[in-house]
């Protein structure tokens, strides 16, 4: 089992690019996350879904999209890119939420210059 | 305001010593807690689960305690090895049963041979 796929590992965006994180999981898990994690701040949740359709804001969720088509996988759109969004980007899953282990991809390290 | 504590300054342990890491929490009323371990590089990777009706729980050299009163858990690691040199983090359901996961800042762990 590949577990949770986040690509890409590495990228660098300039200012008011837009791009999109990927996440993928392969365990049929309903609940997905996105966190980011900056020194000092530990790890900031932006969205989360329950399922397939449903998704919510978390802690940080201004400068973010999130969908959920399918169960498998989770996307994060970062629609115009600034540097305060630099950062390491983390994608979590898990059978139901927070009563359940979450499992965490190896993180996408973004820089917005 | 609802916070996660853990203590953000280092621990340093000498091997074969047991850790003993905090975790508070306000304005919380979490039904479970969660602990991860966290390596530099990675995402962080799930330890233990304790559910408030639990006030203590066991995997191997890892023990967990949960007091809803006095609002802390203790992560406990006997005979601690330089392997478990590593960021601690804990982490709680922050909305009540909507399975938003909420992280504390970690707690860096360094066992000295």
Known sequence: NAGVTQTPKFQVLKTGQSMTLQCAQDMNHEYMSWYRQDPGMGLRLIHYSVGAGITDQGEVPNGYNVSRSTTEDFPLRLLSAAPSQTSVYFCASSYSGGNSPLHFGNGTRLTVT | ?113
């Open chain 2, 1 to 113: 305001s609802q916070k996660i504590e853990q203590n953000s300054e280092a621990l340093n342990i000498q091997e074969g010593k047991t850790a003993t890491l905090t975790c508070n929490y306000t304005n919380y009323s979490p039904a479970y807690l969660q602990w991860y371990r966290q390596d530099p590089g990675r995402g962080p990777v799930f330890l233990l689960l304790i559910r408030e009706n639990e006030k203590e729980k066991r995997k191997e050299r890892l023990k967990v305690t949960f007091d809803t009163t006095l609002k802390q858990s203790l992560f406990h690691i006997t005979a601690s090895q330089p392997a478990d040199s590593a960021t601690y983090l804990c982490a709680l359901d922050s909305s009540g049963g909507y399975q938003k996961v909420t992280f504390g800042t970690g707690t860096k762990l360094q066992v000295i041979p």
